[in-house]
C-alpha cells in the first residue's frame, strides 16, 4: 500500500542504502506490505518496506511498469535477486496496480509462482487485482470514516476539557499555562508558547512556554519582522514552517536555531477583527502539520482568546469594583443601595455604624426589618415615589440613631436605571443635620429674646454694618428717626 514515508529518519534500511538498486529516491512515499501467503507470512523484515519506485514492485506502484509478467524469474534482468529466485524453485513473477475510482495507485497485487503463467491466468490476475483494489477502496472508505469520527470525537472531548479547564482558571498566570499546555501534549509539540501584542502594540511578549526557558517568560520580545509569530500578526492567518533552514518570510530568531528546531505550527487568537496575539508551537523534527492538526490548534486558540479577554475584562471589572469599594468605605457619611424591591444590597461602614447594625444584618434586609413603623412607612413612601419618577430625591425626615435617639436626617438619593431607563433600584446618601437643626433653632429662640429685648427698651437703638447701612432698629428709632427696618421675624 502506498503511504506517506514514515520511517525514513527511523531504521528504514532504503532510506540509508547507498547501492542504486536499493536506495530510496521518493521519500513522501513508501510501499508498506500489508498482507502475505504462501512461503512467507510475516510483515516485518527488509522485504516490508518497499521504495516507492524502485524495484519490480515499486516501479509497477509510480507507474513505470503499469502490469509484470515474466516467467523467467531466475535470468530477467528486472529481477534483481536471482538467487533467491533458483533457492525457492521459483519461475514466474506477476504485479499489478491497485487504482482506485479516480485512477489513483494505492498499491500493488503480486504473485511468485513455482510454474508458468499462462495469458488466461495472467487475465484472471490482473480481474482479480482490479477486484481487489475495490475491496480495498471500500474498506479504505469505512476505516477511513472511522476514523475521522473517532479523531472529531477525541478532539471535541479535548476542546471541552480546555474549554473547562480554562473556566476554572482563578488569575491571569494560571490561565496561560492552561492555555500553552494542553495543545503541547495533545498535538505531540516539542514547545508550546503564548505570545500577546505590548500595549502599544509595536511587539510581541512570551506570556507563558512550555518547552522553552522559562525565564523568557515576560522578557522575551519579537519586533515585526522577527520569527512567524510576527507574520502571523501582520497577515492576520494561520501559518506553518517545514524547515527553517529554508525560510524566508521573515528574520529567523536565534533561539530557533539554539533549541535545534525545525518545524513550526503558528495560529492567531483574534475577537472579531481585533488580532491580539498568537498561540506558536515548535517541533525538532520537521513536520508536515495536518490540516485536521492546524483547524484543531485554531481552535484551541479561539477559545484561549475569549478566556483571555474575559479574563483581562474581569481584573478591570474587579479594580473598578475594588476601586469604587475604596471611595464607598472612606465616606464619612451613611451610604447604602438597594433593588426594586426596596432589599438593601449593600452599604457602606458609616451606615452601619450609624443603625449600630452589621453588613450582614442589614443586606437582604428592608425599611420593614431595620426601622420602626412610623419611619419604615415614611421611608418606603419616598422609595417608592423615587422609583415611579425616577431621578434624585432630597427630603428631611428622622432616622433612629445607633445610641437610641432620634436623629434629623437629610437624604440625597438617586435611582440607577438600566439601559432602558427603568429603575433597577436606588443608591441614598444620609446626612445627620442633628445639631444643625439644633441650632437653628437656637438662633430663632435668640432672634425672638432679641425682638423682645428691643421692644422693651425706652431709647432708640439703631444697628449698622460696616458699611454704614442701618440694619436693625427699635420702634422708638424709628419714630425718631422716621426710617423702618422689618424687626426681626
Not at 506502484?61 to 524469474?73: K, P, Q, R, Y
Not at 491466468?121 to 487485482?129: G, K, Q, T, V, Y
Not at 425599611?367 to 418606603?380: C, E, G, I, K, M
Request: glycine content about 6%; overall charge negative.
Amino acid at each position: 500500500m502506498v503511504r506517506q514515508g514514515d520511517r525514513c529518519d527511523d531504521g528504514c534500511p532504503h532510506a540509508s542504502s547507498s547501492d542504486e538498486l536499493h536506495i530510496c529516491s521518493f521519500r513522501g512515499k513508501c510501499l508498506h506490505l500489508a498482507s502475505s501467503s504462501g512461503r512467507y507470512t510475516h510483515l516485518d523484515g527488509f522485504h516490508g518496506r518497499v521504495p516507492y519506485g524502485c524495484y519490480k514492485i515499486g516501479r509497477i506502484a509510480s507507474g513505470e511498469i503499469e502490469t509484470f509478467l515474466t516467467n523467467d524469474v531466475t535470468h530477467d534482468p528486472r529481477v534483481h535477486d536471482h538467487q533467491w529466485a533458483a533457492d525457492h524453485d521459483l519461475v514466474s513473477f506477476a504485479g499489478y496496480q491497485l487504482r482506485d475510482h479516480k485512477g489513483q495507485v494505492n498499491g500493488v497485487l503480486a504473485f511468485f509462482s513455482q510454474h508458468p503463467i499462462s495469458q488466461e491466468e495472467h487475465a484472471i490476475l490482473e480481474n482479480l487485482a482490479n477486484t481487489t483494489a475495490h475491496i480495498i477502496q471500500a474498506d479504505f472508505h469505512r476505516l477511513r470514516l472511522e476514523e475521522l469520527a473517532w479523531q472529531q470525537t477525541r478532539h471535541l472531548q479535548e476542546l471541552l476539557n480546555f474549554s473547562q479547564s480554562l473556566g476554572s482558571s482563578r488569575d491571569i498566570a494560571s490561565l496561560y499555562r492552561k492555555i500553552t499546555s494542553p495543545p503541547k501534549d495533545f498535538l505531540k509539540l516539542d514547545f508550546s508558547t503564548l505570545l500577546i501584542l505590548s500595549d502599544d502594540r509595536k511587539s510581541l511578549v512570551i506570556r507563558d512556554t512550555v518547552g522553552f526557558d522559562q525565564s523568557m517568560i515576560d522578557t522575551f520580545v519579537l519586533v515585526e519582522g522577527q520569527g512567524l509569530a510576527t507574520y502571523v500578526i501582520h497577515e492576520k492567518k494561520t501559518a506553518t514552517v517545514h524547515d527553517f533552514t529554508t525560510e524566508d518570510r521573515f528574520e529567523i530568531p536565534s533561539v530557533i536555531k539554539n533549541n535545534k528546531i525545525s518545524s513550526s505550527l503558528c495560529v492567531p487568537m483574534m475577537i472579531g477583527d481585533d488580532i491580539f496575539g498568537v498561540l506558536i508551537g515548535h517541533t525538532h523534527k520537521k513536520r508536515t502539520f495536518l490540516p485536521a492538526e492546524i483547524a484543531l490548534y485554531q481552535s484551541f486558540a479561539n477559545q484561549a482568546a475569549v478566556a483571555i479577554k474575559n479574563m483581562l475584562h474581569m481584573q478591570k471589572l474587579q479594580a473598578s469594583e475594588q476601586k469604587l469599594r475604596t471611595i464607598i468605605e472612606t465616606l464619612p457619611s451613611p451610604l447604602f443601595y438597594k433593588n426594586a424591591e426596596g432589599v438593601y444590597l449593600d452599604c457602606n461602614a458609616a451606615f452601619s455604624d450609624f443603625l449600630g447594625l452589621s453588613k450582614e444584618q442589614i443586606i437582604h434586609s428592608t425599611v420593614d426589618d431595620l426601622f420602626s413603623d412610623a419611619l419604615a412607612d415614611a421611608h418606603r413612601k419616598a422609595d417608592l415615589e423615587l422609583l415611579k419618577n425616577t431621578g434624585k430625591q432630597t427630603y428631611e425626615t428622622k432616622a433612629r440613631h445607633a445610641d437610641g435617639t432620634l436623629r434629623d436626617v437629610l437624604f440625597h438619593k438617586a435611582t440607577w436605571n438600566d439601559q432602558k431607563g427603568e429603575a433597577q433600584g436606588l443608591v441614598g446618601i444620609v446626612l445627620d443635620i442633628t445639631k444643625r437643626k439644633q441650632a437653628e433653632q437656637e438662633l430663632a429662640a435668640e432672634k425672638e429674646r432679641l425682638a423682645v429685648t428691643l421692644k422693651s427698651i425706652g431709647d432708640g437703638v439703631i444697628t449698622t454694618d460696616i458699611d454704614g447701612n442701618i440694619v436693625l432698629l427699635n420702634r422708638i428709632a424709628e419714630d425718631i428717626t422716621g426710617s423702618a427696618v422689618p424687626e426681626p421675624a
